[in-house]
């Protein structure tokens, strides 16, 4: 029973560390996706206006996620196995 959740363990941080690497890849276009639609955010016409609002909180929401991903591969690698959210 041990070794299987040895086994079981090993690939829950194998799998958070390669979350947090894909994360980390995709982590620098979201940002610029969302400083894109930061720096134009009065530009829009007022019928737009709400969509941009929900891009903007979306794209807040997925880099949010990103980094926490990021920060659990990071603990996934100095052996650290965070729990869940």
């Known amino acids: 029973m041990e070794d299987y959740r040895a086994e079981l363990l090993r690939q829950v941080r194998l799998g958070d560390i390669a979350t947090g690497e894909a994360a980390g890849a995709c982590l620098p276009g979201l940002l610029r996706r969302l400083r894109h639609h930061e720096a134009r955010a009065g530009a829009a016409p007022l019928f737009l206006r709400p969509y941009h609002l929900w891009r903007r909180n979306s794209l807040r929401?997925?880099?949010?996620?990103?980094?926490?991903?990021?920060?659990?591969?990071?603990?996934?690698?100095?052996?650290?196995?965070?729990?869940?959210?």
Do not use: N, T
């Open 61 to 85: 929401r997925q880099v949010a996620d990103a980094r926490w991903h990021v920060e659990q591969g990071r603990a996934a690698r100095m052996g650290d196995l965070a729990s869940r959210r």
